[in-house]
């Protein structure tokens, strides 16, 4: 995967993120990952990955953390 598509990605997590930290609450078990005071580390980390010619390391993460609020947003949101 190239940079460009990993910075794609990472904007589309960036937009779920943000909405799931809104609406996170502990006692969720990644209620701190999905954070403000996750943010910096989660978004901050992955792009600080991806400008340091790592992009394809970022993608994990990215990922990972782009399911976790993902799962969080469809069980929480009613359909």
Avoid: Q
């Avoid at 990644?30 to 970022?58: C, K, L, N, Q, T």
Wanted: aromatic share 14%; glycine share 6%.
């Amino acid at each position: 995967m190239g940079k460009l598509r990993v910075e794609y990605n990472l904007a589309a997590f960036t937009e779920i993120f943000d909405f799931a930290k809104e609406i996170i609450k502990p006692p969720h078990r990644f209620a701190s990952d999905i954070s403000e005071v996750g943010r910096p580390i989660s978004i901050g980390g992955s792009r600080e990955f991806i400008d340091s010619g790592y992009h394809r390391e970022a993608v994990y993460w990215i990922v990972v953390t782009y399911s976790r609020c993902r799962d969080f947003a469809l069980r929480r949101v009613p359909r």
